[in-house]
């Protein structure tokens, strides 16, 4: 590819090459003419001819004894141009200028014609040229990075309306007179459900039937296993009344599976889904003529275990059901997700890949600043791109206290500020608004500490200093500028984690738990140091 890339520059250069020779030789002929016609006055008969043909005829003639002298052949073109020159301009002629241009024109002409003789070595020379125009100070900024694999259904844009209309059976983004459900993908799928314990998942098309009397639709998410689906069917015309809960986790595209024991006439009593797993408690009421003794009673679903599909399920009730309603639902459990930051991608994943943040519940949130000074929240969606310009990511705390340090672009001048950050779905800036304001340094980190080292002034360096945050200023709120650090100027700002400036002894000491005898223990070894009584420490 580099030889061919070469060779096709190399062409284009010769092209650009004989198109450039060939106007300025176009330059120099018209040149040559013009200063012979102003030369001979061939101007000053024109008022005897009266038509074009016998001018450009007269012209001709007058030219005969110059044509060794010219490049080319004249044309009716080159005439036209020359029966237009301004009068002004025949009358400022200059012979000397006019033949310094033309020594310029020939210098330029040889010029090309031996760039086209070494053709090979213009072109390199043309790359070396490349190279000085655009090399310093044009560095690469892009970098090199690790892409990951998306599936198009886990990115794709909700552009499509869905309806239905249960009771015919058919389900489709063109059934607008029908009843609507939900907006999707056009490339989602749909399971269904219908009275008749039949399910299946079908494509989002326009229309497409997928069996009468639907009584619940949604968008399937293949190898989800949370969500967990109860269902209670009547066994046949007068069979059993089963109940059952499960899974689908992943399904054939458009075949119908029995979620039911098969029997002719079976008949779906009772249907919900449990997105988290919830449990619930159900009600069942049987027929007045069901001979039961017992007309109406309760059953707690965490006895049926969630199986697969196929399972027929548990038995409900012997007797004729007439009704089944949900009594109590409970909260599902929650899951806690172990999230980790990959900085090749920018991207969040679930895999064990670059930093980790910790596990999230369904409320917490990921918290990032970026090195203009903004912040946003957001959900641990692995489809999430973070700016590059990022310089902390890390887990929300609500009671955390930022710290920060900055430049305030007006001023010029570091600022320190203390504060929380605010609930929010949008990018929010919590610096000065000033072009050239920037951040330093942010944590959320409690007792943090702050280095400065300073540039040296008429050859001394003062002495570094440590700024502890929680005495240098109060927690203000987001929109506050600060405090302004020093009045030296600064070299260097950093940050001093203060559980690394805790030896491990210290840290083992203040925060190992001790029992009751320990502690006694432990106080009478100081007892022993101090020269207390047991009395005194008691």
């Known amino acids: 590819m580099l030889k061919i890339s070469a060779q096709r520059t190399m062409e284009l250069l010769k092209r650009e090459l004989e198109i450039e020779l060939h106007e300025l030789q176009e330059k120099w002929h018209f040149s040559s003419l013009e200063k012979i016609f102003i030369k001979e006055e061939m101007y000053i008969d024109f008022k ?13 003639e007058r030219f005969k004894p110059f044509k060794k002298k010219l490049w080319r052949e004249i044309t009716d073109e080159d005439l036209a141009k020359l029966v237009q020159i301004p009068m002004i301009r025949i009358t400022r002629f200059d012979s000397i200028k006019a033949d310094e241009m033309m020594k310029d024109l020939e210098q330029r002409i040889e010029g090309v014609k031996h760039h086209l003789a070494h053709l090979v070595d213009y072109t390199i020379e043309y790359f070396k040229d490349l190279k000085k125009k655009y090399g310093a100070g044009r560095e690469r900024k892009t970098e090199i990075r690790q892409f990951d ?74 190898g989800d296993e949370k969500t967990v689906y109860i269902m209670a069917y009547r066994d046949g015309l007068r069979g059993n009344t089963m109940i059952k809960r499960f899974n689908v986790p992943a399904v054939t595209r458009d075949k119908e599976y029995h979620l039911t024991r098969g029997a002719k ?12 797993g919830e449990n619930e408690i159900i009600s069942v009421l049987l027929t007045k003529n069901s001979g039961a003794r017992k007309l109406e009673f309760d059953m707690d679903l965490t006895q049926v275990a969630v199986k697969g599909r196929d399972a027929q399920g548990n038995i409900l009730t012997r007797y004729p059901v007439q009704k089944i309603t949900c009594k109590y639902r409970s909260q599902g459990e929650i899951v806690f997700q172990k999230v980790w930051f990959d900085d090749s991608t920018f991207k969040l994943n679930y895999d064990g890949k670059g930093t980790y943040l910790g ?3 369904p409320d917490d949130r990921i918290l990032t600043a970026t090195q203009s000074g903004h912040y946003r929240m957001t959900g641990i969606e692995t489809t999430i791109h973070f700016d590059e310009d990022m310089v902390l990511i890390e887990k929300y705390k609500p009671q955390a206290v930022a ?58 360096e003062p002495e570094p200093e440590i700024i502890e945050a929680d ?17 030296k100027k600064i070299k260097t700002i950093s940050m001093i984690d203060p559980f690394e400036s805790v030896s491990p002894e210290e840290f083992e000491t203040e925060t190992e738990e001790l029992s009751p005898i320990q502690k006694l223990k432990k106080s009478l070894e100081q007892q022993d140091k101090g020269g207390k009584s047991q009395m005194e420490l008691f």
């Open 149 to 222: 694999v998306i599936e198009k259904s886990t990115v794709a844009a909700n552009n499509v309306k869905l309806f239905v209309n249960r009771e015919e059976g058919f389900i489709g983004t063109g059934l607008k007179k029908d009843e609507y459900v939900f907006d999707c993908s056009d490339l989602d799928e749909i399971i269904v459900f219908r009275r008749d314990g039949v399910m299946m998942v079908t494509k989002v098309s326009e229309k497409s039937y997928v069996g009468k009397d639907i009584i619940h639709l949604a968008i399937f998410k293949r």
């Open 471 to 487: 005495q240098f200023i109060e927690v203000r709120t987001m929109k506050a500028k600060g405090n302004k650090v020093t009045s």
């Open 48 to 60: 005897k001819y009266a038509d074009r043909e016998t001018l450009y005829t007269y012209l001709y």
């Open 403 to 460: 710290t920060a340090v900055y430049l305030d672009g007006e001023s010029k001048n570091y600022f320190v500020k203390r504060f929380q950050f605010e609930v929010t779905d949008k990018k929010t800036l919590f610096i000065t608004d000033h072009q050239d304001s920037h951040l330093e340094r942010v944590s959320t980190n409690p007792g943090q500490k702050i280095d400065l080292k300073f540039a040296k002034v008429k050859g001394v």
């Open 359 to 361: 596990e999230f519940g």
């Open 265 to 276: 006439d079976s008949k779906v009593h009772y249907f919900s889904v449990c997105p988290g």
